[in-house]
């Protein structure tokens, strides 16, 4: 509710105090050199102001086509309110243009926001379910296989959130999927770098997605699988915004972000295309974890992935998979922490979040957050994590395609030692040569054996290597 003083009546005068006292909070802000963020860094296109968060309640306001409307008051920033609308849409409002009202704030009427939709897509058809509408001109395939992911995960977050101790409650408002057959559609929609299938946007609240690529996959499988992962991870976005869990304009730290995003996109693939639950093994992400793991035995962890993760402004693809492994391992192996974590990062308030970096592009603050919950031992803890990540079996989305076997021998008083291992590419295979001989001492390096060997798929090349191994023992 929005503040209120006893003899004042409930329209324009609540909001002129309001007013007041926001344009007196930035006087004393900027008095006191306080520090507010830029409203444009989370995608709003007012000027900077005090923010405030206890502005809460109902407003009335009239829409561009003359209707009047009911929003809820996210925040307020400056002279400026953050309301979203019906539809979900977070909108600015200048303080005089809206009126307080002790009316409900109701999510659209279904029916009018898919004619809706259908006006702004021509030619795309809709379809609800419980919690969505998806709008697409994909095949019916791909778009009710999307619909069961959704709905699937839904349900299962909002129950995992449950146990963690956040508080949660049904979106109000319906989520909005649109689906484009094509990548050339999809770009005219939105421009994004290449190589980014879907996204999740905070301020409009809906999913974006496509079908089909415009080049030719090297592997249509494997296409497929990323692509409906990244779905599933957009997914998860847009559910945890509108369910409780992350509010929306909160800059989480960036390994959580997306590593939540990651730990809860796995998916059954197949016919009957549906959320595998949190915390299954995310294949996509082991898969790039691939040259890491074998690269390191547990002992050798030095704690710089950690690091790097933790700190991260942002992430590269690999920074993508680290993220999702390190919330695996914490939620697994460490889950009473990771549950007080978890619960203090949802309790982050619309526009808080670090964004400052130090000399090296950091978030210091984000490790420090860190290190309040899980320590500040960080080899130790990626030793654990790597142990852990070596014990989870994956199905490799390139296990029929050729495979290399590379083996390191060496001769120590006519006695030979060797290492084998199994690797997807021949560059990946190299480089882990060369880390295994980096290893040796002199002497050794100089009289070091490598080989490869190339096998039609990874189960022919893991049995090549387990008969190589047996045959220097």
Known sequence: MLYQRRGLPLNGGVLAVLAFLVSTSTLLAQAKRVTVPDPRAFGLDIPPGLVLHDVK???????????????????????????????????????????????AFEGMDRKDLERRLKAEHPGFRTFSSRHFIFVYNTSNEFAKGTMRIMESMLPGVSAHAKRQKIEVHDPEVPLVVIMFATEE???????????????????????????????????????????????????AHQILHNIGVQQRLSRWPMWISEGIAEYYAPTDFGKRLRWKGAGDIND???????????????????????????????????????????????????????DKFMKRVSETRPMEGALTT???GKVTSNRELFQEFFGTDLAGLEREMVQHLKEQPYDHPLKEFR????????????????TANVFHSQQLANKWQQEQIRKLDATQQQQAQVDMIVLPNRSAAERAAAQWLRSIH
């Open 403 to 418: 495979h290399f076997v590379a083996t390191v021998r060496i001769n120590v008083n006519n006695r030979v030692f060797g």
């Open 358 to 360: 130090d000399s090296e």
């Open 284 to 338: 996509m992400r082991m898969f790039e974890l691939e040259s890491y793991l074998k690269a390191r035995d547990a002992t050798q962890a030095d704690g710089k992935m950690i690091d790097d993760t933790v700190a991260a402004q942002r992430l590269t693809s690999t920074g993508y998979a680290s993220a999702w492994a390190l919330t695996h391992f914490l939620a697994s192996r460490h889950k009473l922490e990771f």
């Open 57 to 103: 309640g109902n407003v009335q306001y009239r829409t561009d086509d003359g209707k009047t409307e009911i929003g809820k008051i996210h925040l307020a920033i400056g002279g400026n309110l953050v309301v979203e609308q019906p539809d979900g849409k977070l909108v600015t409002k200048q303080i005089s243009e809206v009126k307080k009202t002790e009316e």
């Open 185 to 235: 559609e999809y770009k005219k929609f939105s421009e994004l770098p290449d190589g980014v299938v879907a996204f999740y946007d905070t301020i409009e609240n809906h999913v974006v997605m496509y079908e089909k690529p415009t080049e030719t996959p090297f592997k249509w499988e494997l296409y497929n699988r990323q692509a409906i992962s990244t779905i599933s991870h957009e997914g």
